[in-house]
């Protein structure tokens, strides 16, 4: 056997024994954790942590591999901290908005008996999942109305999450107002800019004043408070009964078929699903993007979508976002993706999910 073969023999097998005691490791991390909530303990401790990496910079005996271990055992901590939190929040679900609003339906519609936390922002929810702080965030990603939301493929493309679950909600839009309130007396509607477009129809020539709001939710809850016959808002049905308000028109969406697709985004990924995305941009040469696509339909794959968007800050620049009919992990999914590496750059699995 040659010295490089006996070096490879020696690091097959510690890598080997490396996988065993991590996975002991982390069965001891879920013990730890279990305890201190059944005892209403702190679970993370910044002071325990330097403690740890000061006794076991002791084990090493090498100076030159000092520094080394010391990024390893860090790495090592983190990954143990983030497990910590996916238990800690294994039942904390993330939604944008407000209470009331079109996400938190979807959020509670498709996860049933869970704890919710809404963010501000899209990005917060990114955010909230990337560092673990909630299992999953509930995100929507096109109307079939007014198109896609475009900041979130930016979103989808810039953190390191995975779509895992597709939920269409079906979108009714109703004129709300409180009790005594009829159409005739409404004046002022309060409403998000959105909502307002999808009623267009039904609201031309009623001569209501618009006044857009952040969403439908807040604009239920100001008319509610306001407790004016004259103001009214465009919410959901649901909406109006949790802010006690009257439907004084129901369904005055333009199209019946107004249906907002949800993503449901993780830090793991699913193993799971008949449909995945991606994301790519092309080489900067004739063609490029006929011959991705080419490749994709040869291996016998159905687009559903294809989508071009501008990459934030580079000017001329595009990334396409597909989705795919099929299975990921797959071997022929697997090897259409290690070619289309040959004609595209920047490729990113999105995630799988059943549809």
Known sequence: MSKLENARKIINQVDKDMASLFEKR????????????????????????????????????????????LDFFQEMLRISKDY?????????????????????????????????????????????????????????????????VGEVSDLLREYDVYITKIYDLKVDQNLLGIKGSDPSKIKKVYSHPQAISQSSLFLKGRGYEMIPYPNTALAAQFVSEQQDVTLGAIASKETATLFGLEI???????TMDNTTRFVVISKIPSNQGNYFQMMFTTKNETGALAKA????????FNMESIKSRAIPNEPWSYYFHVEIEGILKDEKTQEMIKKLEATCMDIRILGSYNK
């Open 26 to 69: 982390m069965e001891a991390v879920e013990a730890v954790v279990e305890y201190k909530l059944e005892h209403d303990m702190e679970v993370l401790d910044s002071r325990r942590e330097q403690e740890l990496i000061e006794k076991n910079l002791q084990y090493i005996q090498a100076d030159q591999y000092r520094s080394s271990y």
């Open 84 to 148: 910590q939190k996916s238990i800690i929040n294994h039942d904390l679900i993330a939604y944008q908005g407000t209470y009331g609003a079109f996400s938190y339906i979807a959020t509670t519609r498709i996860f049933e008996n869970h704890k919710y936390r809404s963010y501000p922002t899209f990005e917060d929810v990114f955010k909230a999942v990337d560092a673990q702080e909630v299992a999953y965030g509930v995100i929507p990603f096109e109307n079939s109305f007014t198109g896609e």
């Open 248 to 254: 004084l028109e129901s369904n005055i969406h333009t």
């Open 293 to 300: 696509m080419n490749l994709i339909a040869s291996y016998g």
